[in-house]
């Protein structure tokens, strides 16, 4: 009980939480803990950079702060929404809706049209041809690539895919974009490029920003970061003032 007699300030819940989030692959002899209760707040517009080296769970975590998997114990609260509570049909439209991926294994259709590519979250979403036209060509705009919207992805640069990809995280407006290794295969001046892109989304949109990387530098413009090494959070850095 609180001696105060002054109200609590109205504090909004972080954007995303895990609470003790346990991932184990596979069964009996063969079953091996990825992660172990790692307990994350992530606050609206900021920006988490996730560190470690490779295997040590950085992407087992991503994948489940972004709903694309589900944790053997724990929990992830989306503005304060438990998940774990939720059906297929009610994660699938938030998941569609509040997030953005920029994953390599998530990648473009080569055959497909720049156009095509982006609009597609907006086609799952439901959303009627005009609207799409608006918002896809309003993504390309804000990536530069609105005179691309015709052609193929797969005759793009390697950095005007990864801004393909960017632009079709951002298509549906989402509070968070996840990016695993953004910058990872692309060369220093194109990963540099990339890396604005996704600051300037988060500074003018307010846009939340989790990024898994190796880059050291990356990791230091983040407003914070967690080193992850054997499924557990090792250190926890606020790095921006
Ligand atoms: P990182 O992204 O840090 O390289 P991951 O989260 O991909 O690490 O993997 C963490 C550990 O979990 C690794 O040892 C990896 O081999 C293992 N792992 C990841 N995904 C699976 C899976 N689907 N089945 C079994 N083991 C997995
Ligand atoms: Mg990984």
Do not use: W
């Not at 609260?77 to 994953?103: H, I, M, Q, Y």
């Not at 193929?152 to 393909?164: E, P, T």
Request: one cysteine or more; hydrophobic letters at 40%.
């Amino acid at each position: 009980m609180s001696l105060s007699t002054t109200p609590e300030p109205a504090s909004s819940p972080p954007v995303l939480r895990a609470v003790g989030l346990t991932r184990t692959y596979g069964k009996g002899e063969a079953a091996f803990t990825a992660l172990h209760g790692v307990d994350l707040d992530v606050q609206r517009g900021h920006s988490l950079a996730i560190v470690g080296k490779s295997g040590s769970g950085k992407s087992t975590l991503m994948h489940l702060l972004a709903l694309l998997d589900r944790p053997t114990s724990g929990e992830i609260e989306v503005d304060g929404r438990a998940a774990s509570g939720l059906r297929a049909r009610e994660l699938n439209p938030l998941r569609n809706k509040t997030f953005g991926f920029v994953f390599q294994q998530f990648f473009l259709t080569a055959g497909q049209t720049v156009f095509e590519n982006v609009s597609l979250p907006l086609v799952i979403a439901g959303l009627s041809p005009k609207e799409r036209k608006e918002r896809t060509m309003a993504a390309l705009d804000a990536l530069g690539l609105a005179d691309k919207a015709n052609n193929r992805a797969n005759d793009l640069s390697g950095g005007q895919k990864q801004r393909v990809v960017i632009a079709r995280a951002l298509v549906n407006e989402p509070s968070v974009i996840f990016a695993d290794e953004p910058t990872g295969n692309l060369d220093t001046a194109t990963g540099a490029q990339v890396e604005e892109i996704l600051f300037r989304l988060q500074r003018e949109r307010g846009i939340t920003l989790v990024v898994v990387t190796h880059d050291r530098d990356l990791a230091a413009r983040c407003d914070s970061s967690v080193t992850i090494a054997d499924g557990r959070i090792v250190e926890r850095t606020e790095v921006a003032a």
